[in-house]
């Protein structure tokens, strides 16, 4: 559904009236296309020293196609290295590299902070790398004119790993992630590789669910455009939809409930009658029956908790155990901001949500074992047909009420899945990442 109010606001009148009245001032985002892969404009690579990783860092941040200067009057991306700070005077030089490039930043640009996992062992050099999480957040707040800041933390002493978060991060395709952390984990020198990065998903087959319309149709397009053969599945009354979808991006559709009993056993017969086998298993489908909780029925609570939550449990776990998604794998399931902030009327939802955060965040550890990464998306509020039904002062209180002042689109979504799908992005697992533009909802 279209936002009215974000094209008034970019037009000239628009422009004075919203700053006359004191409302909010949403800039149009600078989203990835074929033209634009990455920012125009220099990548400034700056350093709060100590670094830890400094030479680590030049080597790798031209990989992510831009120029990268160590001074410019109007970066594109500022990315800085924050990886050796471990006492709180350490902090200082943060500000002193920030501060006088901060209103530099080109409209649409990225602020990206590089740490490290905060040390289990010395609580000084703990405080100071988590105090960077809070700096990130409030300067997501500040920045304005659809610009972004986040942490990337690595794992100590090593890069390895980081290439496809560092690409994402800095690139257009980020463009509704705001205020993020997100931490590395371990990498095995020789997981992950890459033999082509525009189209890392070649020879992949991905599963996408509730891919007949919404956030599942534009992940299945991204994914295909990573070069991943699609399985398009939905419920047999969207199977219309579904094959378009699935036509469109040259895929295979599969009409299936994904709750029906043996939904895992349908998926493995499908994908033994195309590719034979599973490398991508994204979990999109979704309901609501929104009422509260002293008005919901025992349809509208179950029902919820199936789609959103039981079947992802159910089909995860059958697909790991019978091998169809093995070594290398990518699993990805579909949170919400609500469920993480907990939303009134959505007590159902957002239970089911929040309990798709704690399975991944549960079986990271066992599946990392294994070279299979299993991380969330947790949207804000994306423009779908999801939230063109809710109430219309609500819907734009949703639009409005995050850092970008702007709801996200479908594309956001599935860009991120796209990253956490990618072969590259192994040192990636158990993450929730939210794609809320920094919704004020919860943390
Ligand atoms: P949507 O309603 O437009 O699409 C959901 C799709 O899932 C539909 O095609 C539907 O037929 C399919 N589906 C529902 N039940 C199914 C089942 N039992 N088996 C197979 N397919 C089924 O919703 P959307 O906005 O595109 O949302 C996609 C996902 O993102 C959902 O999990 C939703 O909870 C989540 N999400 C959306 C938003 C948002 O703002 N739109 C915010 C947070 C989270």
Not at 186 to 210: I, K, N, Q, R, Y
Request: proline share 5%; glycine share 12%.
């Amino acid at each position: 559904m279209a936002d009215r109010y974000l094209r008034f606001a970019g037009t000239a009148p628009g422009r004075v009236l919203s700053r006359r009245l004191g409302l909010p001032q949403p800039a149009e985002l600078v989203r990835w296309s074929p033209e634009r892969p990455f920012h125009e404009g220099d990548l400034l690579h700056l350093t709060a020293e100590p670094s830890t990783h400094e030479q680590a860092l030049r080597d790798l941040l031209p990989r992510t196609g831009m120029k990268v200067v160590s001074a410019s009057a109007a970066p594109a991306v500022v990315v800085l290295d924050a990886t050796g700070l471990a006492v709180v005077e350490d902090l200082a030089g943060v500000h002193a590299a920030l501060r006088p490039v901060v209103r530099t930043v080109r409209p649409g640009g990225r602020v990206l902070v590089v740490g490290v996992r905060p040390s289990q062992y010395d609580p000084e050099q703990a405080a100071v790398q988590h105090a960077l999480a809070g700096f990130v957040r409030s300067l997501a707040k500040e920045l304005g004119q659809g610009r972004t800041a986040q942490l990337l933390r690595l794992e100590a002493g090593t890069v390895a790993g980081a290439e496809s978060t560092l690409r994402f991060l800095t690139s257009p395709k980020s463009a509704y992630i705001s205020g993020q952390v997100v931490q590395l984990g371990p990498f095995t020198e020789g997981s992950g590789a890459v033999a082509d990065w525009s189209h890392p998903l070649a020879g992949h087959t991905a599963l996408v669910t509730g891919a007949a319309r919404g956030i599942g149709a534009a992940i299945a397009t991204t994914l295909a455009r990573d070069g991943a053969r699609v399985v398009c599945l939905d419920v047999p009354q969207a199977a219309q939809d579904l094959e378009r979808t699935a036509v469109r991006v040259g895929g295979s559709s599969l009409p299936l409930d994904i709750t029906a009993p043996d939904a895992a056993e349908r998926i493995a017969e499908h994908v033994a009658t195309t590719t034979g086998t599973l490398d991508v298993l994204v979990h999109n489908a979704g309901i609501t029956r929104d009422r509260r909780l002293a008005n919901m029925r025992d349809v509208d609570w179950s029902s919820v908790l199936d789609v959103n939550l039981g079947s992802v449990v159910r089909t995860t776990q059958a697909l790991v155990k019978s091998g169809l998604l093995g070594e290398g794998a990518r699993i990805v399931a579909t949170s919400s901001v609500a469920g993480l902030a907990g939303n009134a009327g959505q007590t159902n939802y957002a239970a089911a949500k929040a309990g798709v955060a704690g399975l991944v965040q549960a079986l990271a550890p066992g599946l990392g074992a294994y070279g299979i990464t299993v991380n969330a998306v947790a949207p804000g509020f994306i423009e779908t047909r999801m939230t063109a039904a809710v109430p219309l002062l609500i819907r734009q209180a949703g639009r409005r009420m995050n850092s970008l002042g702007q709801g996200g689109l479908p594309e956001d979504v599935a860009e991120t899945v796209a990253w956490l799908a990618h072969p590259g992005s192994a040192a990636v697992n158990g993450q929730v990442v939210r794609v809320c533009g920094q919704s004020l909802l919860g943390a």
